[in-house]
């Protein structure tokens, strides 16, 4: 029939069953998309391998080396993070300290020892600091008067100056300790006896006042006293012992013949020098990692030039010391270097008599891999002047990432810095509060941090603490404000303490004054703003609370207006 359409209508296209089939249809697209998405869901949660912090790709430098979190002290691009911040504390090692009790049952099995303990009516004579006896009290008294820390060794007792004193060195663990790494203190007890014969502690000398049971133990002193093998390790790392006599003297070659077998790498030039500390390191373990792979030694320059950034004079300052700020008797125990200075010393005087041989590269997309088969003598890779190429770590780029890893386990902070941080938790028993406030010119800039000088003033400061610290807590300040009398209306509801307050454990009559200067040659060594920065910084992270700026004390972001979101992201 004319007018009659080319298909029949069927029911399913009646007018009136429009709506009920696009319900359904659209019923079936979404129910498809949910199968498609849980389906795409379960591949990427049964392939995903989480990315290893320490071997992300050079790009995301900035990313790995500072916390992406807004948290101020953990994305402080002024301090460098080291080996001992990416160890995992295992508990497990930690708990086998000394209880009192286990003194008391090494007291009762030590009984058929030789004890000058019964003084026979002399109890003015002097003092046998070798008496178990003696030895026993001085644990049991130090383990009962050090609440906030737990014993792991005692070394045996050693006579003090007066007849009437006994040093004492023991290794310990702050009991809430966050961090994978020993601590050493060595202190002076004053021992009383009584008319009958019966010792007491009369006191206990401040932090490392025991200075005669300060040496390390030899091979052939008798042990003191630990509950286990004392392990000095976990999981097969070294562990840092903070307050042991460090020795970071170089390593020499031992022969002419030693010389002439070892295989060598070193880097010069490039525009490295006089960096941030961050991109200091982030260069120097592209070198270390790339000896470790060619299985030779790294020849490395001692000397550092201090970035502006950490000086007073706001100028870059060379001549500084690379033990100043880490710890080479780790490094050249645990890796194979030389000192630059001896190293060219040596080479001068031996090369063209045994007829050693250099190989010279002076591109860095040169990669390790195919310096493998390198035979000659030394290595030597020669970087420009024109950055970013001339970066160090850009040999640790590309494909050599997946070969090449950092060895950061290698690197530790300098332990002389890490002691002055103990001496000042000591001090405050390791049982204090942490506060980090950030002023000065982010204050001054109201356009980027709106609140932040509202914020930390001190009546706001007192507003937001107290429901964060309790009232007479030992109150430690990680602060840039110059003034440390602006917080000095917190010292009616804490006792606060203050980075100079502790100058002592640095000034002309400190141990560090001492030491640094003997390893710089007699010249005294600046107690520079990186060393400041790093101090305040390792304090302030050994709070049982830590409050920080960005996150607890101020909604302002840390890197200004509008990128909070930024920074978690």
């Not at 030039?305 to 500084?320: F, H, R, V, W």
């Not at 031996?350 to 190989?359: A, M």
């Not at 560090?512 to 790093?534: A, C, H, I, Q």
């Not at 390792?538 to 200004?560: A, S």
Request: net charge negative; hydrophobic share 35%.
């Amino acid at each position: 029939m004319l007018g009659r359409s080319g298909f029949s209508r069927t029911g399913s296209f009646r007018p009136e069953n429009l709506g009920q089939n696009a319900l359904h249809m659209i019923g079936n697209l979404c129910f498809t998309i949910f199968v498609l998405g849980v389906l795409v869901f379960t591949i990427i949660a049964a392939t995903y391998e989480p990315e290893d912090p320490l071997f992300h790709p050079s790009t995301k430098i900035t990313t790995f080396l500072t916390s992406t979190s807004n948290a101020t002290f953990q994305s402080d691009n002024t301090v460098v993070r080291t080996g001992e911040d990416f160890m995992a504390a295992n508990q497990t090692a930690f708990a086998t300290f000394i209880n009192v009790t286990d003194v008391v049952e090494i007291k009762e099995a030590s009984t058929d020892e030789t004890s000058s303990s019964g003084c026979e009516g002399d109890s003015k004579g002097p003092l046998d600091c070798k008496d178990p006896e003696v030895f026993h009290l001085m644990m049991k008294v130090a383990i009962e008067h050090f609440k906030d820390i737990h014993f792991y060794r005692f070394g045996k007792p050693a006579p003090g100056p007066e007849e009437n004193t006994c040093d004492m060195a023991w290794r310990f663990r702050p009991k809430e300790g966050k961090t994978a790494a020993f601590y050493k203190d060595y202190r002076r007890f004053v021992i009383n006896r009584s008319e009958n014969c019966t010792l007491s502690v009369v006191s206990i000398g401040d932090y490392h006042s025991g200075v005669n049971a300060r040496k390390k133990k030899n091979k052939n002193q008798k042990p003191g006293f630990e509950k286990t093998s004392g392990k000095q390790e976990q999981g097969g790392v070294s562990l840092p012992v903070v307050g042991e006599t460090v020795n970071d003297s170089l390593p020499v070659v031992e022969s002419e013949n030693a010389f002439r077998r070892g295989k060598y790498l070193i880097y010069v030039g490039g525009g490295d020098r006089c960096k941030s500390m961050n991109h200091y390191l982030w260069s120097f373990l592209c070198a270390l990692g790339e000896a470790q792979y060619l299985n030779r030694t790294l020849v490395m320059d001692l000397t550092l030039c201090l970035s502006s950034i950490y000086t007073a004079s706001n100028q870059d300052e060379e001549g500084k010391d690379f033990r100043f700020y880490f710890d080479f008797e780790h490094l050249k125990e645990a890796a194979s270097v030389l000192d630059q200075e001896q190293f060219w010393q040596d080479w001068n005087k031996w090369q063209r008599k045994d007829g050693l041989s250099l190989y010279l590269v002076e591109d860095f997309k040169v990669t390790p891999m195919k310096l493998s088969e390198v035979k000659d003598s030394l290595i030597m890779r020669k970087f420009g002047s024109v950055e970013p190429d001339n970066y160090w770590y850009r040999v640790c780029e590309g494909e050599t990432e997946s070969v090449v890893q950092r060895p950061w386990h290698l690197a530790w902070k300098s332990r002389r810095l890490m002691d002055i941080v103990s001496a000042i938790a000591s001090r405050l028993n390791w049982d204090y509060d942490s506060v980090h406030i950030v002023r000065g010119e982010k204050a001054r800039n109201r356009d980027l941090w709106p609140n932040l000088a509202q914020d930390t003033s001190p009546d706001a400061l007192i507003s937001t603490l107290q429901d964060k610290i309790e009232d007479g807590r030992n109150v430690y300040i990680a602060t840039n404000e110059p003034d440390t009398s602006f917080f000095e209306p917190l010292k009616d509801k804490y006792s606060t303490h203050f980075l100079n307050d502790y100058k002592d454990l640095w000034d002309e009559n400190s141990e560090w004054y001492s030491e640094t200067t003997k390893l710089n040659n007699g010249v005294p060594v600046e107690f520079d703003g990186y060393m400041r920065v790093s101090v305040d910084t390792e304090v302030f992270l050994r709070g049982k609370k830590q409050i920080e700026t960005f996150n607890d004390l101020t909604n302002d972001c840390k890197d200004g207006v509008k990128t909070c979101n930024t920074a978690a992201s």
